[in-house]
């Protein structure tokens, strides 16, 4: 009986390490902790030259009502992204974007088009592949980016986007390229 008891536990001992997931490595967490950070910088520098691009003023109200946040919020966010040198902030003048900061936003806007074609593609519908995009285009690597286009070409799907510029910033104008259909 002690015997049988012993091979018992040994037993659920061994199913329970067998059942646990996998732990993620350090350096996973700290990859996706540097995406998470550069996010906001992404889609403020892509919003703001957005308006800029548009001919519209860039103002902290409108991106407080475009992201559904706080004037206070969003004021705090352009003061950061003003001091890591994104964004040209000055009180009482509307917003805009530094070289750094347009370079940034074509970065963004690049990695989103390829994302939204790349789900489209697939079939996935327009308002489901535009909230995806929104998320995944933060957390995709451009040797996955890289993929998706390759995919798409082999596809027949789309045009031809440059992608050099998602590994390496430039200084941009405009909001990045477009994908066409075939």
């Keep these: 009986m002690k015997g049988s008891r012993v091979n018992k536990r040994a037993s659920k001992s061994a199913t329970r390490k067998a059942k646990s997931p996998p732990r993620a490595s350090a ?3 700290r990859v996706l902790r540097k995406q998470h950070e550069s996010e906001a910088a ?3 520098c892509e919003a703001i030259a957005e308006l800029l691009d548009a001919g519209v003023e860039a103002r902290v109200g409108r991106l407080a009502e475009r992201f559904g946040l706080s004037h206070v919020t969003v004021s705090r966010v352009v003061r950061r992204l003003a001091g890591e040198g994104f964004v040209d902030a000055r009180p009482h003048a509307p917003l805009g974007l530094t070289g750094k900061g347009r370079a940034l936003a074509a970065e963004a806007r690049t990695r989103h088009v390829i994302v939204l074609a790349f789900l489209r593609s697939l079939g996935v519908d ?21 993929a998706m286009e390759r995919w798409m070409l082999r596809a027949r799907c789309v045009a031809r986007v440059p992608i050099e510029s998602v590994s390496r910033s430039t200084s941009g104008a405009g909001s990045g390229p477009e994908l066409r259909s075939r």
């Design 126 to 146: 327009e308002a489901t592949a535009q909230a995806d995009a929104e998320g995944i285009e933060h957390h995709v690597s451009p040797a996955t980016l890289r």
């Design 42 to 44: 992404q889609d403020y």
């Design 27 to 29: 350096e996973h967490h």
